[in-house]
């Protein structure tokens, strides 16, 4: 092995990883988000979001605060919460598990990240042109980035350019 493919080796295991450890911390997040609001479940919901409104010192009138009143108007009905919780659940262990396959190397965990990302790109498209925001525009480069990178991965697993010619021969 030479140096220069050994070193493009080394940096493909660490855009891996960080890719991995990026996506665990995001469902690590979605399983505290989900415990979260379980243990809101028996609790009035709107009561604590003016509460918490008014620690802070917003104005309720705000767009902001309205609307976090507004959503805690829409949840405070249990089978609300229940079904985000589940969802979310469902979330954290889907990025978790993505987590742990691409840390480890296995073409599952970048075949589960490769569809993972490349579902939010059709709907960060038409958010861009709906929205304009240089926000949302290094979130689409950067989910598109981890796209093409899985899927250059998972291409060179099967042999890339090489099985290519093979199956056309």
Do not use: C
Request: hydrophobic share 50%; proline share 2%.
């Amino acid at each position: 092995m030479t140096r220069s493919s050994l070193v493009r080796e080394t940096r493909n295991r660490q855009t891996l990883r960080a890719i991995a450890l990026y996506e665990g911390l995001k469902g690590v997040a979605a399983l505290a988000a989900s415990i979260g609001l379980l243990s809101l479940l028996h609790h009035d919901l709107r009561h604590l979001v003016s509460e918490l409104i008014g620690y802070f010192g917003l104005d309720p009138e705000r767009h902001y605060p309205a609307l976090l009143l507004h959503y805690a108007d829409i949840l405070t009905t249990g089978s609300d919460i229940r079904a985000i919780v589940l969802v979310a659940f469902a979330y954290a262990a889907l990025r978790i598990a993505e987590g742990y396959g691409l840390w480890h190397d296995h073409a599952w965990g970048e075949w589960l990240g490769a569809v993972s990302g490349a579902i939010y790109l059709p709907v960060e498209i038409w958010h861009q042109f709906h929205r304009l925001s240089w926000t949302g525009m290094l979130i689409f480069i950067a989910n598109l980035g981890m796209v093409i990178f899985l899927v250059v991965r998972l291409w060179r697993r099967r042999g890339g350019a090489a099985a290519m010619v093979r199956k056309t021969i």
